[in-house]
Antibody, heavy 123, light 109 residues
Framework: QVQLQESGPGLVKPSETLSLTCTVS?????????WGWIRQPPGKGLEWIGS???????YYNPSLKSRVTISVDTSKNQFSLKLSSVTAADTAVYYC????????????????WGQGTLVTVSS | SYELTQPPSVSVSPGQTARITCSAD??????AYWYQQKPGQAPVLVIY???ERPSGIPERFSGSSSGTTVTLTISGVQAEDEADYYC????????????FGGGTKLTVL
């Protein structure tokens, strides 16, 4: 079955760039689907960050778009998140997940999700 | 921005029926999805496209839609259903293709 695993630094300094990678197993990213990032500040709700297709086509949350870059590396079956100019408000558990099949607007739901990784922004 | 509105909390006794609502202007035109999140775990999809149930999700979970409100219904609630539940949808313009509600804490008394 499809499994996703987030990896990256757990601590990032304010004003720096947060970088995370999601490794997918059990499915080839090149076969289809959009792949996304979602975050959850401690004790708060979920916030969608953005999604990417294997071709590189992306959709971003307008409220984060100016600071977010999502990329894909099909040779490694991975996709990545970069969030620039971070502040304490970006402290959250970051999840990667499988998003829509080939038509982004014909969603079957976001499923499955990785286990999540906590990123703390602090000096 | 675009918002989905959920009640912060719902409480039911075991065996009863829990109903969790989610309201937003575009819901007559956009599908809704529901996720269950237990403490320390990643969310799990329990309903997609308003009322479809993924394989492996118990039949006691169902979804419905009426106008600007969608409802997740859990029939015969069990203690293991205690969790946070989030609805997810999109706005009508495509500007916000993925939006989550604020979440509802379901407490099984």
């Amino acid at each position: 079955q499809v499994q996703l695993q987030e990896s990256g630094p757990g601590l990032v300094k304010p004003s720096e760039t947060l970088s995370l990678t999601c490794t997918v197993s059990g499915y080839s990213i090149s076969s289809g689907y959009y792949w996304g990032w979602i975050r959850q500040p401690p004790g708060k709700g979920l916030e969608w960050i953005g999604s990417i297709y294997h071709s590189g086509s992306t959709y971003y949350n307008p409220s984060l778009k100016s600071r977010v870059t999502i990329s894909v590396d099909t040779s490694k079956n991975q996709f990545s998140l970069k969030l620039s100019s971070v502040t304490a408000a970006d402290t959250a558990v970051y999840y990667c997940a499988r998003d829509s099949p080939d038509n982004y607007y014909d969603s079957q739901g976001i499923d499955p999700w990785g286990q999540g990784t906590l990123v703390t922004v602090s000096s | 921005s675009y918002e989905l509105t959920q009640p912060p909390s719902v409480s039911v006794s075991p065996g009863q029926t829990a109903r969790i609502t989610c309201s937003a202007d575009a819901l007559p035109k956009q599908y809704a999805y529901w996720y269950q999140q237990k403490p320390g775990q990643a969310p799990v999809l329990v309903i997609y496209k308003d009322s479809e149930r993924p394989s492996g999700i118990p039949e006691r979970f169902s979804g419905s839609s009426s106008g600007t409100t969608v409802t997740l219904t859990i029939s015969g609630v069990q203690a293991e259903d205690e969790a946070d539940y989030y609805c997810q949808s999109a706005d009508s313009s495509g500007t916000y293709p993925r939006v989550f509600g604020g979440g509802t804490k379901l407490t099984v008394l």
